[in-house]
């Protein structure tokens, strides 16, 4: 891969326009109704127009663009605190500003800072010291696989890296005070939304306004739950970020107590409404947090892996209690995450090859007698755990891999796909079946089906034999209940899809047995336990709803409602490109939508026209984008950010999509 150095000169000699943007959305254009606004919330301060200013005090005030921008302003200067789109030039000029000679950042998220680079020339720039090389060298973040594939250990909720370096002037910590003008300014350290977030207590005009970056949308509310994903420790056990569900929220809560102890009269979010009650606001959103987290832990699978975690809610009336597991029967070996069926005559049906040993496994038995052949091999879903001994596997063994087709479009063209624990490397599928379609396998009736639980794309298999309705869950299920501990697995809630659908598959299903790949014991869910969880995942659905402002809890809590297809391609300079960006409309209405690429800044910075449609209800809506390479440059990582809007929503550089220029 090409140093970034290179790419840059390469791009300024090509002068041509290199962005171009034709086509259209995919779906055809629907008269819809008018889109429902953002609603307001009980106890929050009404909505601000956007590009409209609140004015706070003589010195004070907030721009409210896609972010709240904070203006502290000392006669014709001005000290901005977050950035936005940077499209406040009318509200600068109206305020007789006419210099930016400062800005501080929240936190990294390119949505605070993308209209930085041209505002910020000739601003000193302060940000969190800790989200320092998030700003000055993003190319670290990006151009390293670990972060892109097989993301488990690696795994941080890094959506939102910036794509462009920004100068740091100062690395900004706790304490830390300024002064600009008539203003005092002092930093708190407060982590939760991003590892490093920090707020800024401005005291101006005998007041005192705390601006808090993405700590808290308003009363109760934050802007996502996602980016609490974070690994934590608790009972003496520690788990990391890829298995931490709201993994940060305690953090985030310890960080309000500080901005609460501050005493502030207001409370400026970035997202969302200025705050006059800011110790209400902030208990409000601790509770509910509370009251989210005890339903998520009600029905969590993870309550078998790491019991000691959860010991606090352990009998409390809203958690499921764990019944014991089972003996499975004697058709079923388990090797590591493998479970393989072996039918009368010998033959085994292999299920996910997670590592090469059980290829030799798979040797050994067959050397010794225990089994006659491997017939088939069946892919569970995509985790590499799951799939990092395929390729060995398919080496080995000359039989056919089967998945159903959802899955196996992840599974073959794994680059297309920005997901965790998901390998570069295709895993070649030669039957991909229709979710529902049986075939008879020995004396095995086998049926594939599409099984959104641990992941969006996951399959489940059910044998039936005699008595037995034996049914292959992956990894979505333990005895305890649901595995949704990684959001950016997308666990999508409401009736019909996600947990919620798979809860009535195993209703209508009735196995006698259901397998975890990594639980050794059978289990079954009893009618009452069925019941029970659906009552969770129905409650959980309003209250993670009311947690966050958007018109749907899903939201909130899918990170890819947004994500381009493919995610990552490569292309040669000169040619013509295509990337989808494909918006899950979660709300119950259709929604007007838009999108645009932009190339990075130092690239020319050119911005494509907004590309509309209108999102039917409950859908994958896709916007096609035609994108040029420049002839002239040079090979190396591209990553392209896509404007969104979305009903209400204005959202700058929402998704990305990457490039590798290749010769
Ligand atoms: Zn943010
Ligand atoms: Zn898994």
Partial sequence: MAASQDRNSGLRRSRREFLSTTAASAAALAVGRGLPAAETQPGASAHAAPGSVTKLSDHLSVYHGPVNVGIVRDGDRALLIDCGAGDLSAALKDQGITKVERILFTHYHRDQLCGAYGLGEGARIGVPAVEREHFANPAAYWEDDKYLWKVYRSFRPHHLMPVEPLRADDALTDGDRLAFGPAKIQVLLTPGHTEGSVSYLVEVDGRRVVFSGDCIYDAGQVWDVYSMQKGFSHGGRTIGGYH?????????????????????????????????????????????????????????????????????????????????????????????????????????????????????????????????????????????DHTAGIPAFQEEFDCPTIAQKRLAKVLTDPTAWRLPCLMAEPVRVERPVEDGHSWQWHEF??????????TLYHDALLAESDELKMLFVGDSHTMAGIDDYCAYNRNWLGPGVGFPYCIDLIEKLSPTHIFNCHVADAFTFTPDEIRFMRRNLDERERLFGELVPWDHANYGLDPSWVRCDPYTQKGKAGEKIGVDVVITNHSAGPQRCACRPLLPKSFGGVTAPWIESEAPAKTEHRLALSLSVPAELAPGRLVIPVDVKHGPWHLPQFAEAIVDVVE
Wanted: proline share 7%; with cysteine.
């Fill in 244 to 384: 931490g569900f709201m993994g940060d929220r305690w953090r985030l809560v310890e960080s309000l107590g500080r901005i609460k102890d501050q005493g502030p009269d207001l409370l400026a979010p970035s997202h969302g409404n200025v705050m006059q009650e800011p110790a209400r606001a902030i208990d409000a959103l601790a509770e509910r947090f509370e009251t989210c987290y005890e339903n998520y832990v009600g029905i969590s699978a993870l309550r078998h892996y790491f019991p000691e975690l959860f010991t606090d809610y352990a009998g409390r009336p809203g958690q499921m209690p764990i019944r014991p597991g089972i003996e499975p029967p004697d058709c079923l070996r388990h090797y590591g995450t493998t479970w393989m069926l072996v039918s009368k005559s010998g033959a085994a049906l292999v299920m996910d090859v997670g590592s090469p040993r059980i290829v030799e496994r798979l040797k050994k038995m067959l050397a010794d007698g225990e089994i006659r052949s491997v017939d088939a091999l069946w892919v569970t879903h995509y985790h590499y």
């Fill in 445 to 454: 009736k086998l049926t594939a089906y599409d099984y959104p639980g641990q």
